[in-house]
Nanobody, 122 residues
Framework: QVQLVESGGGLVQAGGSLGLSCAASGRILRLNAMGWYRQAPGKQRELVATITSGGSTNYADSVKGRFTISGDNAKNTVYLQMNSLKPEDTAVYYC????????????????WGQGTQVTVSS
């Protein structure tokens, strides 16, 4: 099993910054990508940012220019730097890791962290 441990959530004022970290541990065979998703009250879970093991990144339009995702393949960690935070960024942020395993053919497994609350006040 792969475990994801998140840290860095909290309460900040609008315009402030916050950094989130996530570390994967356990029986890791091949971690293909890691990323962050969030879910606000009354809304569906949405993608925030992802990064592949090759370094390719993808961002939601709503966070482009404000958030930066980075990772360390050797440590199986991912980091999300959030700047210029807005009240609409308030949500529970979940770390995601995708593992691709070859067992005759390729299989994909998704793992999720417990979530960390990010609250941006006016």
């Amino acid at each position: 099993q792969v475990q994801l441990v998140e840290s860095g959530g909290g309460l900040v004022q609008a315009g402030g910054s916050l950094g989130l970290s996530c570390a994967a541990s356990g029986r890791i065979l091949r971690l293909n990508a890691m990323g962050w998703y969030r879910q606000a009250p009354g809304k569906q879970r949405e993608l925030v940012a992802t990064i592949t093991s090759g370094g390719s990144t993808n961002y939601a339009d709503s966070v482009k220019g404000r958030f930066t995702i980075s990772g360390d393949n050797a440590k199986n960690t991912v980091y999300l730097q959030m700047n210029s935070l807005k009240p609409e960024d308030t949500a529970v942020y979940y770390c995601n890791a995708r593992e691709r395993i070859y067992r005759g053919s390729y299989y994909l497994y998704d793992y999720w962290g417990q979530g960390t609350q990010v609250t941006v006040s006016s």
